[in-house]
């Protein structure tokens, strides 16, 4: 009797080489879900420090227009993101206020969060 060869059919011996494939792309994709997380996270945390920012230089400016500086620099060290800092600028009756800060977690050197608000100074206040 004479064997019967049968013709390989296409992509026969191929499951051995594609083992790992379903488990690399998991792998990436798992990955990538993350990194997006990470940076949507980095985001938000950096809206709510701007919003900070903001918030404690409009009450550093009423502060200082009222004549109480003192209390400006609390304000902001209770409403600003950590490592905030204050300037304070007065042109005639015109207060201006600066309030900047690092990036929440410190992922990035430097002060990428800044907000700035004005006041008109109180009548009796002096500069």
């Given at each position: 009797m004479a064997a019967q060869v049968v013709p390989a059919s296409p992509g026969a011996g191929t499951a051995c080489r594609d083992a790992g494939a379903v488990t690399v792309e998991a792998a990436l994709g798992i990955c990538s879900v993350i990194a997006v997380f990470a940076l949507i996270l980095t985001g938000i945390g950096a809206l709510i420090g701007q919003?900070?920012?903001?918030?404690?230089?409009?009450?550093a400016a009423r502060l200082v227009a009222r004549g109480d500086r003192p209390r400006a620099d609390e304000a902001v060290d209770r409403l600003a993101p950590g490592g905030a800092s204050l300037s304070v600028l007065v042109e005639g009756d015109q207060v201006s206020t600066e309030v900047s800060a690092p990036l929440p977690g410190e992922f990035l050197p430097g002060r990428w969060l800044?907000?700035?608000?004005?006041a008109v100074l109180e009548p009796g206040v002096a500069s």
């Amino acid at each position: 009797m004479a064997a019967q060869v049968v013709p390989a059919s296409p992509g026969a011996g191929t499951a051995c080489r594609d083992a790992g494939a379903v488990t690399v792309e998991a792998a990436l994709g798992i990955c990538s879900v993350i990194a997006v997380f990470a940076l949507i996270l980095t985001g938000i945390g950096a809206l709510i420090g701007q919003l900070r920012c903001t918030d404690a230089a409009v009450e550093a400016a009423r502060l200082v227009a009222r004549g109480d500086r003192p209390r400006a620099d609390e304000a902001v060290d209770r409403l600003a993101p950590g490592g905030a800092s204050l300037s304070v600028l007065v042109e005639g009756d015109q207060v201006s206020t600066e309030v900047s800060a690092p990036l929440p977690g410190e992922f990035l050197p430097g002060r990428w969060l800044s907000a700035r608000a004005v006041a008109v100074l109180e009548p009796g206040v002096a500069s």
